[in-house]
């Protein structure tokens, strides 16, 4: 298996949905005209957990900017639950 440096862009796992689910956001989203409380799956999340939203203009620009990465998004998708879901606590005043 091949070591993926730090420095190498990381490709979003398909179907993980840690960041729709995990983090507060507080832009509306389709749906979500208040935004989106931590811990709450995003409306625009499918049961496979795949945006809805994706590729779509109408798709929130706090959505569009997020960019995996190993630091967030860990190993695997309970990882990264658990790295955005640390990261949200540490920053909510």
């Known amino acids: 298996m091949k070591q993926v ?7 979003c796992r398909v179907g993980c949905g840690a960041c729709c689910i995990a983090p507060s956001i507080s832009s509306p989203l389709p749906g ?3 935004g ?3 811990g709450v799956r995003c ?15 109408e798709r929130p620009a ?3 900017s997020f ?10 998708a309970h990882e990264a639950h ?10 909510t005043p």
């Open 67 to 76: 960019q995996a990465d190993r630091e967030v998004c860990g190993q695997s």
């Open 36 to 38: 989106k409380p931590a």
């Open 43 to 57: 409306v625009n999340l499918t049961r496979d957990n795949r945006c809805q939203l994706f590729g779509k203009p």
């Open 82 to 91: 658990q790295l955005i879901t640390l990261l949200e606590r540490s920053t």
């Open 5 to 11: 440096s730090s420095h190498e862009p990381m490709v």
């Open 62 to 64: 706090v959505c569009t």
């Open 32 to 34: 979500m005209p208040d």
